[in-house]
């Protein structure tokens, strides 16, 4: 193992970076001691705290400049150093410690060299230096030094743009983020073996490894955080060098997790308020480059750019942000639609014979377990699995924007309804659970969503059939044509009681009353919060499935102990969303049924209906039309008296 040492005359925050590096396997040596030409500083202090063996020595206290630098070379011989690494040594070095250690001391500059370089330029000196010029870019440079101040043979440089609002510290906290990944960068090659000097300069060359297929080097950028910080985690102890941006690097950071900026690879910014971050040549080319093609690798070694091999990106919550606004032409959701995210996706899938993509958190734990099992590698066979999830994943995320758009045409169209049955109906479906059974037990059954999860959400009882989902769907859609407080009781895709009232209770005993032979082992929903009332009188009888937008916490305790009724939680109003039927290989697609009576409506008879007569006539529409032709009800102002449904004729009804 390479052995290092640090000389620093500051705070040392690049000597930090240099010691997170070499704890993290990115640098494959190991810092043995740390120089000061000075005593209270923050570089001795973080020796210190990470154990790191420190030398305090004052250039004064020698005869001459030579005398000073063969101590400090009799100090790093005695120390087995390898490599020196200056880091804010605010001191030019002379021969005798050039002469032990030739090509072997690294410098880092906070500017682009031969550039803005020289005595007394360092620190903020040189940021002045730079705006002061007008220079459009500036950036650092990782050097070997020579007995010239900031001189001598490049090894790394990180250009960073200059902007029309930088003050100096401004640029310079930019420039150190960039100096704290390409030090310890360019140190870790030396330690690799891969830094070559001759007459013309440094030569770069290829890794031992870089023919295999080790995940090296990896893109996290994602919305869903979840598990993100173990993910990495696992990467980073494998040695996985880990690029992120913004959000994400934000969340790995705060978690200590080493990270690389993506502006050190594209040496921008993001731009227009994040909506320009990884749409750049050397993203994309890294994640495209086809590994064994020369004529690629060729172009790849020519602009510089350095192989990705793992993607780990999830989309902006699209769905969920339209879902919460008036429009999905909103300023906020249209901000949602993921344009980079995309487009890494479906690099990295379509060049799945190189790099592996994630999309799913619930891909992480079994990525890590293969890559610890295969010495970093991920089989073909995974990749192929991981790309097929990826193209599912846009696809699905484009439906959604499409579906998003479409529905709301009515509304920002002056067209026909004839609009609302595009030429071609793309139907993108998510498996939500598998049922106990289909329509009868022999049957088998599940449960398919448009989104990403059911409009409901089971929180008691056993495992829901078909048929529970039917009569649930139609018993809510029946209670929510109120407002006041209503209850509807179902049975076979049909209703046997629905009643409203001034309570909850009062509603549920109208519903009821209707048919309670029916009503046993039916399928019940509620517009309003369930109360205890209604749990006690349910706890005395049978019945299958309970739909509500809540319950009393008195009443759920009473109902959960009944192990056999589910108890479903429903706060989403009917959906507006056309409506699928298959017929074997064709599909009937309709409108839902939401015509509703107005004020004005004609009275066929000759006689004009009373108060009374017209509320009965009004809340008999809205049951109506949940009911199977050829349907009749019966009902008073509040509650059904009966209900003739599906039957052939009419008379029969």
């Known amino acids: 193992m390479i052995k290092i040492a640090v000389f620093a005359s500051g705070e040392g925050t690049n000597l930090q970076a240099l010691i997170d590096a070499c704890r993290t396997h990115r640098i494959r040596g190991e810092i043995v001691l740390v120089v000061s030409n000075n005593k209270d500083i923050g570089a001795l202090r973080r020796a210190q705290r990470a154990d790191i063996p420190t030398l305090i020595s004052h250039p004064q206290d020698f005869a001459a400049p030579e005398e000073y630098n063969a101590f400090l070379a009799q100090a790093c011989r005695r120390a087995n150093v390898d490599l020196i690494c200056l880091a804010g040594f605010m001191l030019l070095l002379k ?165 690389r900026p993506l502006d050190s690879i594209t040496g921008c910014p993001e731009i227009l308020s994040g909506r320009v971050k990884t749409l750049h040549p050397n993203i994309h080319g890294a994640i495209l480059l086809r590994r064994k093609d020369p004529v690629q690798a060729r172009e790849a070694e020519l602009f510089g750019i350095e192989p990705i091999d793992l993607v780990a990106v999830n989309l902006y919550p699209f769905a969920q942000t339209a879902a919460k606004s008036s429009s999905p032409y909103s300023l906020e959701v249209i901000e949602q639609i993921d344009i980079g995210g995309v487009a890494l996706i479906r690099a990295a899938a379509k060049n799945f014979e190189d790099v592996a993509v994630l999309v799913s958190p619930a891909d992480y734990e079994t990525l890590l377990k293969e890559m610890a099992a295969g010495q970093g590698q991920v089989s073909q066979e995974t990749r192929r699995r991981l790309a097929l999830s990826a193209f599912k994943h846009t696809a699905d995320y484009d439906t959604l924007i499409t579906k998003a758009w479409s529905s709301n045409g009515s509304s920002i169209n002056s067209g026909s309804s004839s609009e609302q049955f595009p030429k071609e109906l793309s139907v993108r479906l998510n ?118 937008p809540g319950f009393a916490p008195e009443a759920l305790a009473l109902l959960e102990k009944k192990p056999n009724v589910r108890l479903l939680l429903r706060q989403t109003p009917p959906s507006n969303s056309l409506m699928l039927r298959s017929i074997g290989s064709e599909v009937l697609v309709t409108e839902p049924d939401r015509l509703t009576l107005g004020s004005e409506w004609k009275a066929a008879a000759k006689r004009i209906p009373s108060k009374a007569e017209d509320a009965a006539l009004r809340f008999a529409w809205a049951v109506c039309k949940h009911v199977k032709s050829n349907a009749i009800v019966l009902a008073g102002p509040q509650a059904t008296v009966g209900l003739g449904a599906g039957q052939m004729s009419r008379v029969d009804s």
């Open 95 to 259: 021969s005798p410690l050039l002469k032990a250690y030739p090509w072997r001391i690294m410098n880092i500059h906070p500017a682009l060299l031969p550039s803005f370089g020289g005595k007394g330029m360092y620190g903020r000196h040189v940021h002045e230096a730079v705006l002061k010029s007008g220079a459009k870019i500036s950036g650092c440079t990782v050097h070997f030094i020579d007995e010239i101040y900031d001189h001598g043979w490049i090894i790394a440089q990180a250009p960073v743009p200059v902007l029309p609002s930088d003050t100096p510290e401004a640029l310079a906290a930019r420039i150190r983020y960039q100096e704290h990944w390409i030090y310890p960068k360019a140190v870790g090659l030396f330690c690799e073996g891969r830094l070559k000097v001759d007459g013309k300069g440094i030569k770069l060359l290829p890794s031992r490894h870089e023919s295999s297929p080790r995940i090296r080097r990896a893109l996290l950028s994602v919305a869903d955080k979840t598990g993100l910080v173990e993910f990495a985690c696992g990467l980073q102890e494998m040695g996985v060098e880990i690029i992120s941006t913004s959000g994400t690097a934000k969340a790995l950071q705060e978690a200590g997790i080493q990270i």
């Open 431 to 548: 498996k939500a659970q598998d049922l106990r059974y289909g329509e009868n037990p022999h049957q088998k059954a599940a449960l398919y969503v448009w989104g990403q999860a059911p409009d409901f959400k089971q929180i008691h009882g056993k495992e829901l059939s078909y048929n529970n989902l039917l009569d649930a769907s139609g018993a809510w859609e029946t209670a929510s044509e109120f407002n006041e407080p209503a209850a509807a009781i179902f049975k076979h895709v049909t209703p046997c009681g629905v009643g409203c009232g001034k309570t909850m209770i009062g509603a549920f005993n109208a519903a009821w009353a209707c048919d309670p032979l029916s009503a046993f082992g039916g399928v019940l929903a509620f517009n309003h919060i369930v109360p205890v009332e209604i749990a006690q009188q349910l706890s005395q009888r049978f019945v299958e499935v309970i739909i509500a």
